[in-house]
């Protein structure tokens, strides 16, 4: 099982979601974007590296959020999400075609990847970063 992380990055109401490029795994899904972990990286570096590599940002990485485990054709991978800061940089996305902050309640009107929708509904259910 791969160990995968997903940042949930918030701007005051608003919350930041990336959609897979043409040509990549799961083109045109919407996701918490983040990436796989590497051998001896933490959950939390592996985000602070991915949304730095991803978006040419520096970010915060806070409290756990939650974890989806999904089958996939290609494998069964296991999402770890985390409440996540924006600290510095311009955002500038490599491996995205589009980005969006998204109010929570119009979450729904996107489509995710599989392994993200737990995180969409528990995020529509109310939970917060407090």
Known sequence: MKQVTAAILTQGDHIFIARR??????????????????????????????????????????????????????????LLAYWTKWIDGEMTPTVHDDVQWVPIEELKDYEFAPADIPFVEKLRGGSSAI
């Open 21 to 78: 490029k043409a040509g990549s795994n799961l083109a045109g899904k919407w996701e918490f974007p983040g990436g796989k972990t590497e051998p001896g990286e933490t959950p939390e570096q592996c985000l602070v590296r991915e949304m730095q590599e991803e978006f040419g940002i520096t970010v915060a990485v806070g409290g756990f959020f939650e974890e989806s485990i999904y089958h996939y054709e290609n494998g069964t991978i296991q």
